[in-house]
Every structure is written in structure tokens, then in C-alpha cells.
């Protein structure tokens, strides 16, 4: 955080990677079995993430559709055949996703002394789902459903703040991922932001956030 006295008036998260366990990785490797070996699987996953963060750069769209059309590009680059049900499987795992081991316990005790927003890169239908099981009180949650974008277009994390009535300044900023999240934040004027490092980007210490390795660091960071 730029200042370590700052008390932000909310404490805004990214869900999925930071909140919730993003274990999409495993369905993937059942859509692919004995099709990609296993020496070439790493290279096939970073294509297919570097799709599913080109898919959202546009207009919103249904979540599910998102997973099947980057399962699709990323197919057609590896010369594989479709497999045309691909996004609803990738959804209905999104949908049994639980949090992270090291998240419910420390969320709960900063959700007693702070107001916490999530933002999401998915539908609502989903965080219905899933913002349950982080067992905290979130003052409000907002998906690219509503923003009518996904991160990291700026109008998703502009839509946050309209909603609230609120300046970037108001706000700790709180995510797993610096392209979708911490970059785009700091361009927008949030100057107090953190990285919950779970080693899914390269550091981006330009961006003038801070890193933790658990909510707990952070917590105690907070005074709490």
C-alpha cells in the first residue's frame, strides 16, 4: 500500500484466482486427454490463458462462451479438434470451485472491520455460487455481467466506483493478477493496491502496488 496508515473507506477483491481456488487446469487436462502429451501440456495451458485474457479485451459477453471460444482459438493454433460442449464444462467446474485453503478465516475477520466489494470477470449467475462459500459479508458484489465489461477494461473497476459513489482513492484493491487487475487499477488513479501473490503473473512493480503472501499478511498490515 502507498500509505500504511491509509484506511480505505472498502477493500475491493477480484474473485477468481484470488478468492476462489481458479483450478481450471484439471478439466482442461480431461478435454485433452491423449490428445496433447504431457511434455507439451504447460505450452497448451499458457496458450489458453493468453486467449481467455484476449477474449475479454472486447465487449461483454456470456462468461461461458468466453471459456469455449479461447478453449476454440487455442485448439485451432494446436491443429485439435473442437469440442463443441468445452465451455459448459469449463462452467459447470467454475460452479464447483470452492475458496482458497488460506482465504475464509482471515476474509471473515477483515469483512468485521471493513467493507468488502468484489469485482468478477464472470456472470452473476456465477458469484451467486460462489461468494457463499468465502463465509464473509461483502457490502457489494459486481461481475462483468452488470458492468457490461470484463477487466481489464477500465469501465469494469469505473462501473465499481459509480456504484458506490465512491473516488478510486477510496478503495484497497486487492487481486492475484496484475494484467487484469493491479494494472489497469493503478492507471485509473488507485493508489493503494495489492498483489496476493499466487505466482499467476510475472511482478509488475511499476504499478506501484504492494505484495503479500496471504491475507493474513495483509491483515496485519491493516493493524487487524
Known amino acids: 500500500m502507498a500509505d500504511k496508515t491509509f484506511r480505505p473507506e472498502y477493500?475491493?477483491?477480484?474473485?477468481?484466482?484470488?478468492?476462489?481456488?481458479?483450478?481450471?487446469?484439471?478439466?482442461?487436462?480431461?478435454?485433452?486427454?491423449?490428445?496433447?502429451?504431457?511434455?507439451?501440456?504447460?505450452?497448451?495451458?499458457?496458450?489458453?490463458?493468453?486467449?481467455?485474457?484476449?477474449?475479454?479485451?472486447?465487449?461483454?459477453?456470456?462468461?461461458?462462451?468466453?471459456?469455449?471460444?479461447?478453449?476454440?482459438?487455442?485448439?485451432?493454433?494446436?491443429?485439435l479438434e473442437l469440442t463443441a460442449d468445452a465451455g459448459a464444462q469449463f462452467a459447470a467446474a467454475v460452479l464447483n470451485w470452492g475458496p482458497h485453503e488460506d482465504i475464509p478465516a482471515p476474509l471473515k475477520i477483515m469483512g468485521d472491520n471493513y467493507k468488502l466489494v468484489i469485482i468478477s470477470n464472470a456472470d452473476t449467475s456465477f458469484l451467486d455460487v460462489s461468494v457463499p462459500k468465502l463465509g464473509a459479508d461483502f457490502h457489494a458484489v459486481y461481475t462483468a455481467e452488470q458492468a457490461g465489461f470484463y477487466k481489464p477494461r477500465y469501465e469494469a473497476f469505473e462501473y465499481m466506483v459509480e456504484q458506490l459513489d465512491a473516488s478510486p482513492e477510496d478503495f484497497l484493491h486487492v487481486?492475484?493478477?496484475?494484467?487484469?487487475?493491479?494494472?489497469?487499477?493503478?492507471?485509473?488513479?488507485?493508489?493503494?493496491?495489492?498483489?496476493?501473490?499466487?505466482?499467476?503473473?510475472?511482478?509488475?512493480?511499476?504499478?506501484?502496488?504492494?505484495?503479500?503472501?496471504?491475507?493474513?499478511?495483509?491483515?496485519?498490515?491493516?493493524?487487524?
Not at 490463458?49 to 494446436?78: F, H, I, M
Not at 487499477?185 to 493496491?193: E, H, V
Open 175 to 224: 487481486s492475484s493478477h496484475t494484467r487484469y487487475d493491479l494494472m489497469p487499477a493503478d492507471d485509473l488513479g488507485f493508489t493503494n493496491k495489492v498483489l496476493l501473490d499466487r505466482g499467476y503473473d510475472p511482478h509488475s512493480l511499476a504499478y506501484n502496488y504492494t505484495t503479500v503472501d496471504s491475507l493474513d499478511e495483509l491483515n496485519k498490515l491493516l493493524g487487524l
Open 11 to 79: 477493500i475491493s477483491f477480484d474473485c477468481y484466482g484470488t478468492l476462489i481456488n481458479f483450478q481450471i487446469v484439471p478439466t482442461t487436462r480431461d478435454l485433452l486427454a491423449g490428445r496433447v502429451p504431457e511434455e507439451q501440456m504447460p505450452a497448451f495451458l499458457r496458450d489458453f490463458r493468453n486467449y481467455r485474457y484476449d477474449q475479454v479485451c472486447g465487449s461483454y459477453y456470456a462468461y461461458e462462451q468466453v471459456l469455449q471460444d479461447a478453449y476454440d482459438r487455442t485448439c485451432k493454433k494446436w491443429h
